[in-house]
C-alpha cells in the first residue's frame, strides 16, 4: 500500500510539472543494475531477466545487440547496451560513456551471450566517439560510437541497418532488447537478454510528459501497454522489421528512473543521427 501511494504522489506531481530526464544514470541505474547482475551471475543459473513486461528470447536473438560493462574511471562497474552496425562499429548513448558527474574509462562489448560478465565474443575498447552536440544536461543528441576490433559475423552475431529517410514512425510496433531491471518500480530482476514490443507515439503526446526536453531528434514510445525500457537497457535498440529487414530506429536514452506504467520511454531517433553515425 505505501508503495501504491508513494506511486500515486509521483503521478500527481508529475501532471502538475513536466518530467526531466535522469542525467545521473551511472548512479542511479547502471552501477545498482551491474550491482545485480553480478551478485544473481554468481548465486544461481543464468537463465534470464526481463525488460519490464518483455519476454525471455535466447543469445541468438537480436544478434546486433551488444551487452556493454563499463569500467567508469572510479573503478566501478555499470551497464549499458549497444547494437554492431558492421564489424567494427557499434552505436550506444553517448550518456553511457560520459555523463555530468561520471566518466568511463573502458566499455566491455558482449555479443552472442546471455551472460554479461562471461561467454560470448569479448571486445575490451576504450575509443568511443560522443556526438559534438550531446547536451548531458537534457540528454539532446545522445549518441555515440563505439569502435572496436573486428567481430565476425555469425548466427548469433550480425549487424543492423540504421534506419533513414523521413519515416516518423508513429503508431508503430517496435521492439526493444536489453540486460535492464525487470519490473514496473523497483520489482524483482533477473540477469539475460530481454525484448519488449512498444508502441511508437508522436512527440506531441511524449511532449505532455517531458516538455520542451523533447525535439525533433527524440524519438517516443508508450509505456501503456504493459511494457518498458528499464535501468540497464540504456543505448540498446529499438528496432523495426526482422532478419535482414531489421531496421533500427531508436537508441533508448532516457525515462522515468522507476520505469512506470504510464509514462513514455524517450530514445534517439535513428534517422535523425543516420549520416553522422555511418560517418564514424
Known amino acids: 500500500m505505501k508503495s501504491a501511494v508513494l506511486f500515486l504522489l509521483v503521478v500527481a506531481a508529475a501532471a502538475a510539472e513536466r518530467l526531466q530526464p535522469n542525467t545521473r544514470y551511472h548512479e ?8 545485480e547482475i553480478q551478485r544473481l551471475e554468481e548465486g544461481t543459473d543464468f537463465d534470464g531477466g526481463r525488460i519490464w513486461g518483455g519476454q525471455a528470447v535466447g543469445a541468438g536473438a537480436h544478434p546486433h545487440l551488444g551487452g556493454l560493462v563499463i569500467t ?26 560520459r555523463t555530468n558527474s561520471m566518466q568511463a574509462r573502458q566499455f566491455t562489448v558482449v555479443w552472442g551471450s546471455n551472460a554479461l560478465m562471461s561467454g560470448g ?8 566517439v560522443v556526438h559534438p552536440q550531446y547536451n548531458a544536461n537534457n540528454l539532446n543528441n545522445d549518441v555515440a560510437v563505439i569502435r572496436h576490433n573486428s567481430v565476425a559475423f555469425n548466427n548469433v552475431i550480425n549487424r543492423i541497418a540504421l534506419a533513414t529517410g523521413s519515416n516518423s514512425f508513429a503508431g508503430t510496433w517496435a521492439v526493444a532488447a536489453g540486460y535492464g531491471r525487470n519490473g514496473d518500480g523497483s520489482g524483482s530482476s533477473n540477469p539475460g537478454k530481454f525484448q519488449a514490443n512498444l508502441l511508437v507515439i508522436t512527440n506531441d503526446v511524449c511532449r505532455q510528459t517531458f516538455g520542451n526536453t523533447i525535439v525533433a531528434s527524440t524519438l517516443c514510445v508508450s509505456t501503456a501497454h504493459g511494457s518498458s525500457t528499464c535501468p540497464g537497457d540504456s ?7 526482422s532478419g535482414n529487414n531489421r531496421q533500427l530506429i531508436g537508441i533508448t536514452s532516457f525515462g522515468t528512473q522507476w520505469c512506470a506504467r504510464g509514462f513514455p520511454a524517450g530514445f534517439a531517433r535513428v534517422t535523425s543521427f543516420a549520416s553522422w553515425l555511418s560517418s564514424q
Open 28 to 35: 542511479t541505474e547502471g552501477i545498482p543494475r551491474m550491482q
Open 72 to 97: 567508469l574511471t572510479t573503478g566501478q562497474l555499470s551497464i549499458c547496451g549497444s547494437s554492431l552496425i558492421s564489424n567494427t562499429r557499434s552505436v550506444t548513448a553517448a550518456h553511457c560513456w
Open 121 to 128: 565474443t569479448r571486445v575490451v575498447t576504450t575509443n568511443v
Open 235 to 241: 543505448g540498446g535498440p529499438l528496432a523495426v522489421g
